[in-house]
């Protein structure tokens, strides 16, 4: 029916409103935005994006055990977005002083937008067998 990524307190199939996951930020709040240097009004319900795969996995991407016990599968969407539709900022994980990604800093880790993303341009699939080695 709905063609777009939910954000938290839409309703989406089969009557289930979106939540925001009990690790995540859950009040707005101002915050010293990193990668711009400004005050900003940091809003939790919003998409959320990260220009980094390490990041988003490791911190986002909920972990999926397959039907034959052995092997587990992370999922992430590559979206499109139109530049002027979203905010940079830097991760909401606590690294402190370790940076989490060696192609980011983490100060531009979060991309996040009220505008909905258009376009879904892949699914990345990351799998693993329970001795941690890669399918």
Known sequence: KNAHLAMPGDVVAGGIKVGINS?????????????????????HVQVFVSPSPIYASKYYASLHKLKNGITSCKVMLQVRMDPKTYNIGQETVGAGGK?????????????????????????????MNSDETYC
């Open 99 to 127: 940076n989490i990604d060696a192609l980011f800093k983490n100060s531009e880790l979060e991309w996040y937008t009220e505008t909905r993303p258009s376009c879904i341009t892949g699914i990345l699939i990351r799998c």
């Open 23 to 43: 690790h995540h930020i859950k009040r707005k709040f101002i915050r010293d935005n990193h990668y711009s240097g400004e005050k900003e009004i940091f809003n």
